[in-house]
């Protein structure tokens, strides 16, 4: 307890100071439980690639509950367009030229290296949510980033889970794209069936003691992850289009569930974050490095941009918020999540695939991060110095 409240208060007293520096604050955890496993090796066998994966599993729950809770479905239907073709299509392109380019640069064989794709496809709800979050973005680039880090989640998870089975049984293309329909389909009944149920249960805010509310709510989206889970489906498009749902319905209108739920989304993601930071000890990412820099340097200078450039082409967006959309594409926790899934299969390189997928996420965390953290603070301030 200890070291566990010291370490949360020493990162979260570095937030102030990495905020000047336009540093993201996933970065800032990551690095401090990165450090307290260095120093503390014992750490690093109890937070193993299983129990990583169960407490990222946990918190992106929460992560993407809150996030969609604040957008609304509103909010997301208002570029629904922008945010299907980055989501879904993006995730695919973004996976098949990761895998291309991972043969080329590691010692990883085909499947591998298309694992290593899946792994790499998707932005970060975590890291997103919190790059955005109380920062001056314009609405239309705000839901566009968020719309897309809850949306491709579920899209990655099932390339990920069909490429680790393919090794082992084999799958076919038509099969991967017929089980991401029937996984999404599932997923939406869930949230749908569970939305209906909070409707019924809630009338109205006043029929909740003082302070429940929030808590209630955030049940229901474990419920509804649950729900979509255990039926097949994606549970992680269950419970954030639950959120979607609840941001636009009266039950979750009233400034006590959106505070709260913040709160919450702060809490998981200092847990997730130095969780996963404990967990790069148990690969060497130094053997990694090279061929992980040179990842990261191909996705953030060119498949993110060739890929967010080109599917954004016919959105209404001006040159400053398609900057935010092509450079806010961040890596982090679900990446790092879905790493963790080799070990589970039993794969050979899953070490390898860890510490790759590591590097090139911190790497788009600082890299991206810093760049969209910059742009915006640049808008903000020739917004404010210009005419009234």
Known sequence: MLIAGAVFAAALLAIGFTRRVH??????????????????????????????????????I??????????????????????????????ALTAVALAG???????????????LGAILAPTDPAAVFSLLRGRNVSARASSILEGEAGINDPVAIVLTIAMLESVQDGVTVTGILG????????????????FGLVRLLIRGPGRIPHGALPLLLLA??????????????????????????????????????RSDSETFSHLAEASLFLTLGVALNVVSLQTQLAAGLVLGAVLVAAVRPAV?????????????????????????????VLATLPFIYGLAHAPQLFALAAIVSIGSMVVQGVAVSLLISVRSERTAGGPS
């Open 62 to 91: 929460v992560i993407l509950f809150g996030g969609g809770l604040n957008l609304g479905l509103r909010g997301l239907r208002a570029q629904g367009r922008g945010v299907a073709l980055l989501g879904i299509v993006g995730t």
């Open 23 to 60: 540093l993201p604050t996933p970065a800032v955890f990551l690095a401090f439980g990165f450090l307290v496993g260095s120093l503390w090796s014992s750490l690093a066998d109890v937070f193993g690639p299983v129990t990583t994966s169960r407490v990222g599993t946990a918190g992106l």
């Open 179 to 194: 089980e991401m329909a029937v996984e999404a389909a599932i997923g939406t009944l869930a949230a749908l069936a569970v």
């Open 308 to 336: 967010a450039g080109l599917l954004l082409a016919g959105e209404q967006l001006d040159r400053d918020e398609r900057l935010v959309c092509i450079l806010g594409g961040l890596k982090g926790a679900v990446p790092l």
């Open 101 to 115: 380019a991972a043969h080329v640069v590691t010692d990883l064989d085909w499947t591998e290296s298309v694992i």
């Open 220 to 257: 229901f989206g474990f419920v509804a992850y649950g729900v979509g889970g255990v039926a097949g489906g994606s549970g992680f498009l269950a419970v954030y289009l639950l959120g979607l749902l609840l941001g636009d319905d009266r039950v979750a209108s009233v400034e006590e569930v």
